[in-house]
């Protein structure tokens, strides 16, 4: 029997309508776009109408993979959503939420929560269970609402993020060629306190105690540590399957920080060809930044059958992934 390998059969992707521009941002807290432009390289964020959770814009985004794999929703045997701002506090999953709105009953659902890595949990995930024959096609989705916990009086962190979704359909192939063909997942649980939504069971929502559910980050500290982990790690993701970095059609990092971006691009050496980048018209779309990259792409016509991509991710854990996939969905137009 030949071997199954797991394959990223199709990409999608919705982004609200809302924009939340720089300026804009100016008129609600101390800051200018000449500041956000120069630390992050963000002009402009969307965000989810009032009426949208996180679910909604992974709908729209699954459909639209599932559409492009030339799949009905029956075809999909598992569901994988990765949220840093869920419908709800930890029950239901925003997997299951999702799986309900597609239709999709009776398959297993769940929430990969590694937070702006979750994408790339999602698609280790995803790998395994196809190569291991447990699911023949996957749905993995990336989908943030996290304007809902955001703090629109904290200039370091608001000016960051933005809502989106991205998804794709995993699913098996005999063809290398169009094949995942590494993942690389990793945490370190010590440094949680550089990045985190509080209300949990650590802090517990209590009568009396103001609820103040929002994204807290040491920047700077994140800064650094985001840098060194990715630079090692996309390196050893390459050296361990005996890849050079001008082999990589695509990079494509969580849009987090330009400056995180270029620092690892220089790291590996990069050309500027190779590295997508969306952070200046949609922020850092925590889990959704990949695919919403990745679909971009698909969608410009610059993403072929076999293209070799390399994925990076970094976020609250503090959690961080690579990958190393060939895309085996027919190109975008
Ligand atoms: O997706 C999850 C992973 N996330 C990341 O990896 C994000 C990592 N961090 C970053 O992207 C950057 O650290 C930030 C963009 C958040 C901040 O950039 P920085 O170069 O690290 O700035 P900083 O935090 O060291 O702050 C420099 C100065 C401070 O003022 P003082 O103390 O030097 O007077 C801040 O108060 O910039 C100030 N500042 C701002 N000024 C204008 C912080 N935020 C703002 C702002 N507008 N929005």
């Known amino acids: 029997m030949s071997k199954i390998y797991a394959s990223m059969l199709s990409i999608g992707a919705y982004s609200p309508e809302r924009r939340l521009t720089n300026v804009d941002l100016e008129k609600m807290v101390d800051t200018s776009d000449e500041w956000i432009v120069k630390r992050t390289g963000i002009k402009e964020r969307r965000i989810a109408a009032d009426d949208q959770a996180a679910s909604d814009l992974g709908v729209l985004a699954a459909r639209q993979a599932i559409e492009r794999a030339n799949l009905a929703i029956g075809d999909i045997d598992l569901i994988i959503a990765a949220t ?114 509080d209300g949990g069971g650590k802090n517990p929502i209590r009568e009396g105690k103001p609820y103040r559910p929002f994204i807290r980050m040491k920047g700077n500290e994140t800064f650094k540590l985001a840098v060194r982990a990715l630079s090692s790690d996309v390196a050893e993701i390459l050296a361990r399957n005996n890849l050079k970095a001008s082999q990589i059609k695509h990079f494509i990092p969580h849009q987090a920080n330009l400056r995180i971006i270029k620092a690892v691009s220089e790291t590996l050496g990069l050309s500027e060809e190779q590295v997508v980048l969306t952070i200046e018209r949609y922020g850092n779309t925590g889990a959704a930044s990949i695919p919403m990259a990745i679909n971009d792409l698909y969608e410009s016509g610059k993403l072929n059958k076999g293209d070799l991509m390399l994925l990076d991710a970094f976020g609250g854990g503090l959690a961080w992934g690579s990958a190393l996939a060939r895309f085996g969905g027919d190109a975008g137009r």
Request: hydrophobic letters at 50%; charged letters at 15%; aromatic letters at 10%.
């Open 84 to 197: 840093l701002s869920g419908d709800f506090l930890f029950m239901p999953s925003t997997a299951a939420v999702i799986a309900g709105k597609l239709g999709a009953i009776n398959i297993p659902a769940f929430d990969a929560l590694a937070a702006c890595s979750g994408f790339i949990y999602a698609l280790a995930t995803a790998k395994a269970y196809i190569e291991s024959g447990m699911a023949s096609n996957v749905l993995i989705a990336g989908a943030e609402a996290s304007s809902r916990f955001m703090d629109y009086s904290d200039r370091s962190v608001c000016v960051l993020f933005g809502d989106g979704a991205g998804a794709a359909v995993i699913g098996a192939t005999d063809d290398p060629s169009a094949a995942i063909i590494d993942t690389k997942i990793a945490s370190d649980g010590t440094q949680w306190d550089n990045l985190y939504i």
